[in-house]
C-alpha cells in the first residue's frame, strides 16, 4: 500500500508523468529565466545524471533554491527537491565550492565567531563599507538581511545563567536551538523553554551542532555529514529513550527529519530514532492539544497577525500547526498567507546573483503581510531567514509563532523580546 | 475533531466538500499533490458516449437513464446531477468563472480540442463558449511563435475537415513575455496585465478578417480572466474565445482556485502534499487516517471520511506489472480486472471502452464502498469520483460530471447521517 513516497530519490523520478503543475508553481521560474524549472532540472535532466556521468549537463540546478513548492504539488511523488540538491552536490563534487558558499554553509562558525565580541562583530559587519566590501568581494548582497549577534549571550549562556531558575520534571522534552537561537535570536529560545515549561516539561538542552542545512542546500555533503553525526551522538540516545527533540527553527528539524539522513543516505537505528523523534514545537503543542492538554490560560490579545507558514514548515507536511493554535488565542486575527515561498531560501537570497530573485520571489508575501491594514504590527513565520525577509520586504517587525504564544501565557513581551518576570 | 476528512482535492472531492461544510459539517482535504483539475481542459463533460456505441449522445440528460444499472449517474439519477450542476454552476457563478450550456438543458456543446476536433461538453467556462461549432462564424486560430504544445495549422486544418472554416495565424511570443520558454501558466499570469492584454488585443485586430472569430490557445489570464477576456474582445472587436491547451491547464488551474478559494470561505482548508498511506480501524469502524510526513504518519481523525482520490490513471488506484490493482487507502475491493490480460480488449478503440478504466470501488445507493456480497466494507467511508466502479469517463466523456454529480451527493449523503448521529 506503500506510494511513491516511500520509494528512493531516484526510483521517484519515473513516477514523473511532465504534467508540469511543478513548473507552473515553482516562484523561482515564474520569475527568471535562469532556472528552467523543476521538471527540466529535476527528473528531466537526471536522465543525463545516471551512472556516475562525470559533468552534470545543467548548471541551472543552481538556480534552484530548493522551497520545496514542487514536492508539494507533485501529484506524483516525485522527489525533485531532493534530486536537485543531490544535483547541486554533484557540481560541488566535480567543480569545488566557492568561498562564499562555504562561508554561507558554516552558519554554526560565523556564529561562534561573532559571539566571542557580538559588538564589534555588528558593527564589522553591517556597516555599509564592509557591506559593499563582502558584495565586491564575497558576492553577498549588500541589502540582503543579515543577522546581528545577540549582544547579552548565546542561548546556552542564558540556559546556564538562569539554571536554577529552570523547572525540574519528571517529564522531559529535548530542545534543539539551531544556530540562529543560539547566536542571534537567544529570545526565540527563552520563549520555547518558557511555554515548555508552562506545561510542567523539564528542558534538556543537550550540546548539538548546526543541523547542516545551509551545507546540504550549497552541494557540501560531506561537511553535513559530519555535523548530522554529532548531532545523531548527541541527541539519538534521548530520542531513542522516548524524549521528543523540539525545535523552533522548521528548516533545522526538518533536516533531523528527512533531508540529512535521505540526501546523505544515513539510515542507522540513531539516525533513524533522532527522525522519528523530533518535532517543530507547534507539532508537538499540537499533540498536546489533541490530547486534551494544551493550556489555555491566554490573555487576550487584540491584534490582527498575518502569518506566513514557511516552505520548510509545510515541507514538514503535518499541515500548519502554528496556525492552529494561534488562532486559538482569543482576540488575535491570524491572517494565512498562501504565497509560495519568501524567496531568501536559506542562503539564497544573500547571493549577489540571487538577491533580487529572492526579492521577486517574496513580492506575493510581501504585498499580502501589507494588504492586510494599517493595524498590523507584527507578522509571524516560523523561520528565521524567513521572517528576516520579510522584516527586510515590509518593514514590520516579524515574530516567531512561539513568542506570540508566550506572549499570550504571559510570559514574554513580544516588543522588547524579554520573558517576563514571573512573581514567584 | 472533524466531521469529514476528504481525502483527494480534484473535483469530487472538493464539491464534497463544499456540500458537507454548507451544511455546518467542520471538513478538511488532504491531497497527495494538486492533480486532475491541472490538467482538465476546464469544461464540465456530462456524457458524450455511451458504452458500445459509435455515435455520440445527442441528449445526454435522457441518455444517463439508458446507462447500465450501477453506473454513478443512476444513483442520483436526471433529478440528483441536474442539481449537483446547478450547486457547481452557482458556486462558479460567484467566484467570477460563469460556466453555461446550451441553449437546451438536453444537448451538448460541441467545441474544438487542443487538436481541432469536435468535443462534446456540457457546460462550459466563459472562456471556452465562444468556440462553439454549431456557430458558422469562421475561425482565426492564432498561436505564437515558439510556444510549446499549441499547433494553430493542426486545429484549423482539423476544424475545416469537419465542416468549421478555420485559418491559422501566428504572432510573435514577445507579445506576451520576454521570458524564454514560458509554459501555459507563466502565459496566463503574463496577460493579467491589462496592458499585455490590451496589446495582444491591437496585434489581432490586425490581423483578424471581418466575421472571423479568434480562437487563442487557453492563456487569457489565470487570476485576472474576465477582465482579460473583456479587454481582448474590446479591442480586437472580434468575439475570442479559448482552446483548451496540453497541461498544465489554465481553465483547470482557474477551477482549482476557485473552488480551494469557495472551500476556505466556508472554513475548509485544503492541504496538498499528504499523502494518505494507512489507517487505524476499529472493528468496521474506521478511527483515523494516516498520511505521509518527514518523520512519524500524521494521525487525520475524522468521524466519516470521503474516498476521493480518483481512478487507476488520477492514482487512487495503483497496480503492479502483473495487473494486479488495489485501492490505495483503504485497500477496498474493486471490480478492476486483477490480470494484465484482462485490462484491454484487441481492438485499442472498441466502442465498448477498456476493462480497466471501468473497474473501481463498487458502492450502495448511500455512496458507501461493498463487497461482493453488497455488504458494506467500513461503517465510515464513503467514496465518490472517478475511483468509483462501473464508469469509464475517458469513453462516456463523463469525467467532470461523475466528479460533481457523485461529490455532491456523496456530500449530502454524509450530512444525513451526521445529522443523524447528532
Not at chain 1, 520548510?312 to 488565542?329: F, M
Not at chain 2, 483548451?244 to 482557474?254: C, F, H, M, W, Y
Not at chain 2, 487525520?300 to 488495489?326: C, N, V
Request: proline share 7%; charged share 20%.
Amino acid at each position: 500500500m506503500h506510494g511513491i513516497s516511500w520509494q528512493s530519490v531516484d526510483h521517484s523520478l519515473d513516477e514523473c508523468i511532465k504534467c508540469n503543475i511543478c513548473t507552473a508553481y515553482c516562484p523561482v521560474a515564474s520569475i527568471t529565466d535562469l532556472f528552467p524549472g523543476p521538471k527540466y532540472s529535476g527528473p528531466q535532466a537526471q536522465r543525463f545524471r545516471e551512472n556516475g556521468q562525470p559533468h552534470s549537463p545543467d548548471h541551472a540546478v543552481d538556480y534552484c533554491s530548493g522551497c520545496r513548492v514542487c514536492n508539494e504539488v507533485c501529484p506524483s511523488g516525485v522527489k525533485i527537491a531532493e534530486l536537485n540538491a543531490r544535483a547541486r552536490a554533484q557540481i560541488v563534487a566535480d567543480h569545488g565550492l566557492p568561498l562564499r558558499n562555504r562561508l554561507l554553509g558554516r552558519n554554526e562558525l560565523l556564529g561562534k565567531a561573532g559571539s566571542l565580541a557580538p559588538g564589534l562583530a555588528n558593527f564589522a559587519l553591517h556597516n555599509p563599507i564592509s557591506r559593499i566590501v563582502a558584495e565586491k568581494v564575497m558576492g553577498i548582497a549588500k541589502e540582503a538581511p543579515l543577522p546581528t549577534w545577540s549582544r547579552d549571550g548565546t542561548f546556552v549562556d542564558w540556559m546556564k545563567r538562569t539554571a536554577s531558575q529552570r523547572l525540574r520534571s519528571d517529564k522531559k522534552v529535548v530542545y534543539f536551538h539551531g544556530c540562529a537561537t543560539m547566536h542571534y535570536e537567544p529570545f526565540v529560545g527563552k520563549a520555547a523553554v518558557a511555554v515548555m515549561e508552562h506545561h510542567g516539561y523539564e528542558v534538556i538542552v543537550p550540546p548539538q551542532n548546526c543541523c547542516g542545512l545551509p551545507m546540504l542546500s550549497n552541494g557540501e555533503f560531506k561537511a553535513a555529514e559530519g555535523y548530522h553525526r554529532n548531532n545523531v551522538a548527541h541527541l539519538g540516545g534521548y530520542a531513542l529513550a522516548g524524549y521528543p527533540v523540539i525545535g523552533t527553527s522548521t528548516s533545522c528539524t526538518l533536516t533531523l527529519k528527512e533531508e540529512a539522513p535521505e540526501l546523505l543516505d544515513m539510515h542507522g537505528e540513531a539516525v533513524t530514532s533522532l527522525k522519528m523523534g523530533t518535532w517543530d514545537i507547534f507539532e508537538w503543542l499540537m499533540e498536546i492539544y489533541d490530547a486534551g492538554e494544551l493550556r489555555t490560560d491566554f490573555q487576550e490579545m487584540e491584534m490582527v497577525l498575518p502569518y506566513h507558514a514557511p516552505c520548510q514548515a509545510r515541507a514538514h507536511r503535518v499541515g500548519k500547526p502554528a496556525l492552529e493554535i494561534l488562532a486559538l488565542i482569543p482576540g488575535v486575527d491570524v491572517r494565512e498567507s498562501h504565497a509560495r515561498c519568501c524567496g531568501i531560501a536559506g542562503t539564497y537570497g544573500y547571493k549577489v546573483e540571487k538577491y533580487q530573485i529572492a526579492m521577486d520571489v517574496g513580492q506575493e508575501l510581501f504585498d499580502f503581510v501589507l494588504d492586510q491594514g494599517e493595524e498590523v504590527e507584527y507578522s509571524a513565520c516560523d523561520s528565521e531567514t524567513c521572517r528576516w525577509q520579510m522584516e527586510h520586504g515590509t518593514d514590520l517587525p516579524s515574530r516567531h509563532p512561539i513568542e506570540i504564544l508566550a506572549a499570550a501565557y504571559g510570559l514574554y513581551d513580544m516588543e522588547t523580546r524579554e520573558l517576563v518576570e514571573q512573581a514567584t | 475533531m472533524l466531521d469529514l476528512l476528504v481525502i483527494g482535492a480534484g473535483l469530487s472531492g472538493m464539491m464534497a466538500a463544499y456540500a458537507a461544510a454548507r451544511d455546518g459539517l467542520r471538513v478538511r482535504v488532504i491531497a497527495k499533490g494538486l492533480g486532475s483539475m491541472h490538467w482538465s481542459a476546464g469544461g464540465v463533460d456530462l456524457l458524450g458516449y455511451l458504452p458500445g456505441e459509435e455515435d455520440a449522445v445527442v441528449t445526454p440528460l435522457t441518455a444517463l437513464d439508458a446507462l447500465p444499472a450501477g453506473h454513478p449517474y443512476r444513483i442520483p439519477g436526471q433529478e440528483g446531477v441536474t442539481e449537483a450542476l446547478a450547486l457547481f454552476q452557482e458556486i462558479m457563478g460567484q467566484s467570477g468563472l460563469a460556466y453555461t450550456g446550451a441553449p437546451s438543458a438536453d444537448s451538448n456543446l460541441s467545441l474544438p480540442s487542443p487538436v481541432g476536433a469536435a468535443r462534446p461538453v456540457y457546460l462550459a467556462p466563459a472562456g471556452q463558449r465562444g468556440g462553439d461549432l454549431d456557430d458558422d462564424a469562421p475561425i482565426l486560430v492564432m498561436g505564437f511563435q515558439g510556444m510549446r504544445d499549441f499547433y494553430p495549422e493542426l486545429i484549423a486544418e482539423n476544424l475545416t475537415r469537419l465542416g468549421h472554416p478555420a485559418r491559422a495565424d501566428f504572432l510573435p511570443l514577445d507579445m506576451i513575455t520576454n521570458l524564454r520558454d514560458r509554459n501555459t501558466i507563466q502565459l496566463a499570469l503574463a496577460l493579467d496585465e491589462p496592458e499585455r492584454a490590451k496589446r495582444l488585443g491591437q496585434a489581432l485586430k490586425v490581423r483578424v478578417r471581418s466575421g472571423e472569430r479568434i480562437g487563442l490557445p487557453a492563456i487569457l489570464g489565470l487570476d485576472e480572466h474576465p477582465r482579460t477576456l473583456e479587454i481582448l474582445a474590446a479591442e480586437s472587436g472580434a468575439p475570442v474565445f479559448e482552446i483548451p491547451t496540453l497541461p498544465p491547464s489554465a481553465p483547470g488551474v482557474r477551477l482549482h482556485k476557485a473552488l480551494r478559494a469557495t472551500l476556505l470561505d466556508a472554513g475548509v482548508r485544503v492541504e496538498a502534499g499528504m499523502e494518505a498511506m494507512g489507517f487505524e480501524r476499529e472493528g468496521k469502524r474506521i478511527r483515523w487516517v494516516e498520511t505521509e510526513t518527514a518523520a512519524r504518519p500524521l494521525k487525520h481523525r475524522a468521524s466519516h471520511f470521503l474516498l476521493a482520490t480518483g481512478g487507476i490513471l488520477g492514482g487512487g488506484i495503483d497496480s503492479d506489472h502483473t495487473g494486479k490493482a488495489w485501492e490505495v487507502v483503504f485497500g477496498l475491493p474493486l471490480t478492476t480486472p486483477q490480470a494484465r490480460s484482462q485490462w484491454f480488449r484487441p481492438e485499442f478503440l472498441d466502442p465498448r471502452g477498456q476493462p480497466v478504466f471501468r473497474g473501481g470501488v463498487p458502492v450502495n445507493n448511500e455512496w458507501q464502498p461493498v463487497d461482493g456480497d453488497g455488504q458494506v466494507v467500513y461503517e465510515n467511508v464513503w467514496a465518490a469520483g472517478n475511483v468509483l466502479a462501473h464508469t469509464d469517463p475517458i469513453l462516456e466523456r463523463s469525467l467532470e460530471g461523475v466528479a460533481i454529480a457523485t461529490g455532491v451527493a456523496a456530500g449530502q449523503a454524509i450530512v444525513q447521517r451526521a445529522g443523524g448521529h447528532a
